[in-house]
């Protein structure tokens, strides 16, 4: 059983930057891709930025330039980097961790982007 627990949301003036991180606890050796998902009220839930199994980083095209996915494998912790937050980032961010069989998702953490 995989544990992914996210922090580091808050209330943030547009502009400005987060940095969220998602420790997993666990059997995480078994977790190959790793990544940030998000939902806004009233919307679906979408990919922000995943690593899936050695293949280049994916952004979502609203996101580039300004988010940076990292992870550190000795802390067993995945971070984004949030820069440039604009109001339309605002909404629940949900660290997510899967292989071919199993899938994991964190409680999420709000981030708003409001003046």
């Known amino acids: 059983q995989v544990q992914l627990v996210e922090s580091g949301g808050g209330l943030v003036q547009p502009g400005g930057s987060l940095r969220l991180s998602c420790v997993a606890s666990?059997?995480?050796?078994?977790?190959?891709?790793m990544g940030w998902y998000r939902q806004a009220p009233g919307k679906q839930r979408e990919l922000v930025a995943i690593y899936t199994g050695g293949r280049p980083t994916t952004y979502a095209d609203s996101v580039k330039g300004r988010f940076t996915i990292s992870r550190d494998n000795a802390k067993n912790t995945l971070y984004l980097q949030m820069n440039s937050l604009k109001p339309e980032d605002t909404a629940a961010y949900y660290c997510r961790g899967w292989n071919s069989v199993q899938n994991y998702w964190g409680q999420g953490t709000q981030v708003t982007v409001s003046s």
């Open positions: 666990g059997s995480i050796f078994s977790l190959y891709n």
